[in-house]
């Protein structure tokens, strides 16, 4: 079964740009996850999508969004960019059944903002 | 709204030595608490998870336990291997808001000398 797949890998943006990292999940998994990973800040997360629905939501500005297309798949967009956007942006997927607490976490984007 | 602390930053142990590694949290809701190891240049990956009405839980080498009065829980490795090396991460949630919206504590560095 091939795991959760993130693209791209690495990209560079200049401030006031916007971006957009897409995650496909693990086939037949509902919930898809983001999550920043900064050394400041640590690991964060963003916002939780299941069946086309945002589902819950951390604590970032709205230049943070996403969306869930029918097939699972996610993506997320960062608009007016800033240097502190500088991190790397992982994709979790999980099944979403009987409680089951497993996020599987993709290989991440890694973003840098010059 | 939910903290986890997570101590040490860093840990240095000899093959086959004992590694324990403690968190702490803040919100009496939390119920589900996962640990994840992450290897360089991957996104984190599930070891050991625990619930809130389970004491300890053991999986081979790894084990970790919680005391819910305390607000404590943590992550034993035993006989560590130096494949062990990498940085682990404690995690809480609420069935009550999702467990997909896990609150990371600051991970810990750990490496494994030969």
């Known amino acids: 079964k091939a795991g959760v797949t993130q693209t791209p890998r690495y990209l560079i943006k200049t401030r006031g740009q916007q971006v957009t990292l897409s995650c496909s999940p693990i086939?037949?998994?509902?919930?898809v996850s983001w999550y920043q990973q900064t050394p400041g800040q640590g690991l964060q997360f963003l916002f939780e999508y299941f069946s086309e629905t945002q589902r819950n939501k951390g604590n970032f500005p709205g230049r943070f969004s996403g969306r869930q297309f029918s097939n699972s798949r996610s993506e997320m967009n960062v608009s007016t960019l800033e240097l502190g956007d500088s991190a790397l942006y992982l994709c979790?997927?999980?099944?979403?059944?009987?409680?089951?607490?497993?996020?599987?976490f993709g290989e991440g984007s890694r973003l840098t903002v010059l | 709204g939910e903290n986890v602390e997570q101590h040490p930053s860093t840990l240095s142990v000899q093959e086959g030595d004992s590694a324990v590694i403690k968190c702490t949290y803040s919100?009496?809701?939390?119920?589900?608490f996962p640990w994840y190891k992450q290897e360089l240049g991957k996104g984190p990956q599930l070891i050991i998870d625990?619930?809130?009405?389970?004491g300890e839980k053991k999986d081979q080498r790894i084990a970790v336990t919680l005391n819910k009065t305390a607000k404590h829980f943590s992550l034993h490795i035993t006989e560590t291997q130096p494949e062990d090396s990498a940085v682990y991460f404690c995690?809480?949630?609420?069935?009550?808001?999702?467990?997909?919206?896990?609150?990371f504590g600051t991970g810990t560095r750990l490496l494994v000398s030969p």
């Open positions: 979790a997927s999980s099944p979403d059944r009987g409680g089951s607490g497993e996020l599987f």
């Open positions: 995690a809480a949630s609420s069935m009550n808001t999702g467990f997909q919206k896990l609150v």
């Open positions: 625990i619930r809130s009405n389970v």
């Open positions: 086939s037949g998994h509902r919930s």
């Open positions: 919100d009496s809701a939390s119920n589900y």
